[in-house]
C-alpha cells in the first residue's frame, strides 16, 4: 500500500493561489488524486492523474483554475490551485491505488493522505 503526505494547506482570500503536494513512499500504479470534503458532505474528486502519463482529470468546478502534475523523481504529485474561491474551501486528501470505478470515486482508491486545510475567505 503506498503511503501518502499532503502538505501546502493554508487560508487564502478569495482569487489567490495555493500549491497543494502530496508526497508518496513506493510506488502508485494507475491514478492519484486529489479530493475535498467539507463537513457533512461527501468526498469530492477534484483532479486526478494517471501515473507516469500527461493523461488529466478535472471535476468541472476547477476546470481553468486547478493544474494537477507529477514529479516522478521526487515521487510527487501537485495541485496548483489558483484563482480560489470560497466554494473550495475543505480538507483536501491526496488518493492512490484506483481498483474499481472512476477516477472522481472516492471508494475506489485504496491509498489516502491525512488531508491538509485549505480556506478561501471572501
Known amino acids: 500500500q503506498v503511503q501518502l503526505v499532503e502538505s501546502g494547506g493554508g487560508s487564502v482570500q478569495a482569487g489567490g493561489s495555493l500549491r497543494l503536494s502530496c508526497t508518496a513512499s513506493?510506488?502508485?500504479?494507475?491514478?492519484i488524486g486529489w479530493f475535498r470534503q467539507t463537513p457533512g458532505k461527501e468526498r469530492e474528486g477534484v483532479a486526478a492523474?494517471?501515473?507516469?502519463?500527461?493523461?488529466?482529470y478535472y471535476a468541472d468546478s476547477v476546470k481553468g483554475r486547478f493544474t494537477i502534475s507529477q514529479d516522478v523523481a521526487k515521487n510527487t504529485v501537485q495541485l496548483q490551485m489558483t484563482n480560489l474561491k470560497p466554494e473550495d474551501t475543505g480538507m483536501y486528501y491526496c488518493?492512490?491505488?484506483?481498483?474499481?470505478?472512476?477516477?472522481?470515486?472516492?471508494?475506489?482508491?485504496?491509498?489516502w493522505g491525512q488531508g491538509t486545510q485549505v480556506t478561501v475567505s471572501s
Open positions: 492523474i494517471y501515473s507516469g502519463t500527461h493523461l488529466t
Open positions: 488518493a492512490a491505488d484506483l481498483r474499481f470505478g472512476h477516477w472522481y470515486m472516492s471508494s475506489a482508491y485504496t491509498s
Open positions: 513506493g510506488y502508485s500504479r494507475n491514478y
